[in-house]
Structures are given as C-alpha cells and as structure tokens.
C-alpha cells in the first residue's frame, strides 16, 4: 500500500551510532511515541484502524499500535508501518543507512491519502499547519538522544 499513497514529507536526522545501535533507539523510540495514552484516545476517536497496541515487542512484523500495524522490517534498515482512520489512509516507513564517519541516518517518510471532503480538512488541520511534522520532528529527535 505505501508506495501507491501519494507523498506527503520526509525528515532526517543523523544519529552518532551505527546502525545497529540507531536500529536499537528506533525500536524503542516508536515503542515509546506510539504507546502513548493520548494516541489510544485519538486513535479512538478518529476510529483508526488498529485501535489497540498488541503483538510482539520490539516492534517486529505484526506489531500494532493505535492507529498503525508493522508490516515490514528489514533489521538496520527499514521499519514500515501502515494505518487507516476515517480521513485517511496512511503509511510511515523509516529507512536506516550507515554513513562513512561510523554514525547513520534515519529518514521517514510519510505517505497518506485524504479522501473526501473531511479527509481534505483534516489534512489541512494536520499536515498544513505543521502538526505532523512537528511530531516526526520530535519522534526522530528521541531516537537521537536514546542511549
């Protein structure tokens, strides 16, 4: 599904570790930020698609979330999550390369569809005003300091 959704942004950060270590904070960092109390209540309220956390930990093929299930995992590589509600259809896939100095970067990309007039207001209220971006922003940035 995530690469028939249309683009909606990307965020990078570098992380002072190799990869196996940035896969490491990763884990816990989208263990910690998707487990929230607040995102079961939104995810209810938007009626997200899962609306519970379940399956396996660390996050691994078939882990859920409120409002995202894990459907693939490339150990120090990629980690891609996929979720629906009743404005959108989404994915947030975060890709892990090794750089040449012994540190990596960690990018996410997200893609979502909006349908219909609702779908459309909601991505105004989220993605335009910076909402979004602003949480991948801080997400990213836990994964950084992590240690």
Do not use: K, N
């Not at 990307?10 to 884990?27: F, I, K, P, Q, S």
Request: overall charge positive; some cysteine; glycine content about 10%.
């Amino acid at each position: 599904m995530s690469s028939t959704l249309p683009y909606v942004d990307e965020h990078a950060v570098t992380v002072d570790a190799g990869t196996a270590e940035a896969w490491r904070r990763l884990r816990l960092g989208v263990e910690r930020s998707l487990s929230q109390v607040g995102g079961a209540r939104y995810a209810r309220l938007v009626r997200a698609e899962p609306r519970a956390a379940g399956g396996p930990r660390p996050p691994a093929e078939g882990s859920e979330f409120p409002g995202f299930r894990v459907v693939r995992v490339v150990p120090e590589r990629e980690l891609a999550l996929e979720g629906r509600h009743r404005f959108s259809t989404y994915s947030l896939v975060f890709r892990m390369e090794e750089l040449a100095d012994g540190r990596s970067r960690l990018r996410a990309e997200t893609r979502a569809a909006f349908p219909g007039a609702a779908g459309r207001v909601y991505r105004l209220l989220v993605i335009s005003s910076g909402g979004h971006a602003f949480g991948m922003r801080r997400l990213l940035a836990s994964c950084v300091r992590d240690a």
